[in-house]
């Protein structure tokens, strides 16, 4: 099966907050990594939490990590049209990233 | 800062033929990766190079797959006979900088279409 799970699709409106859920397997994880890619882009890095904190956020983007559960997210205030794309979550066990199948966020105007 | 440069953007080949992906990573990373990104799904590693050296090839389909990177610095990814399961976008990534070494930057891929 899947180490890092994600739900397929996410559809907010412009100007909501958007709640983007990861689940992963690997507690020896020492970072968690969230990636955009748009259509026929390479991924671009949004941002990454190291293991041993909570919460970071960086502008418009907060993650959440929840290591008991081995849970993570990543919201996204005021959703503008042009954060539509694919999320991916990450976590690198041995350095390599093992990624989720990605979240496609659709922002509506 | 120049970012991951990859070439060329696209190819079609029929199925049998070879082809060849070639990547510059961000100058000074040690880390190079190649992932493998089919239509749908996340990126998969085939494989991840420390200078020139080979740290994991474990998901490289080493009967029709290669990859090199002679100096450390430039790797080249082959194809010799392509299936049409191999159509995917080819992905490099360099990392090895900063606090966060692990941190990996992507170029913007090779989609290949094998016929």
Known sequence: ?109 | EAGVAQSPRYKIIEKRQSVAFWCNPISGHATLYWYQQILGQGPKLLIQFQNNGVVDDSQLPKDRFSAERLKGVDSTLKIQPAKLEDSAVYLCASGGLGINQETQYFGPGTRLLVL
């Open chain 1, 1 to 109: 099966g899947e180490d890092v799970e994600q739900s397929l699709f996410l559809s907010v409106r412009e100007g909501d907050s958007s709640v983007i859920n990861c689940t992963y397997t690997d507690s020896s994880s020492t970072y968690l990594y969230w990636y955009k890619q748009e259509p026929g882009a390479g991924l671009q890095l949004l941002t990454y939490i190291f293991s041993n904190m909570d919460m970071k956020q960086d502008q418009r983007l907060t993650v959440l990590l929840n290591k008991k559960d081995k849970h993570l997210s990543l919201r996204i205030a005021d959703t503008q049209t042009g954060d539509s794309a694919i999320y991916f979550c990450a976590e690198a066990p041995w350095r390599a990233l093992t990624f989720g199948s990605g979240t496609r966020l659709q922002v509506q105007p």
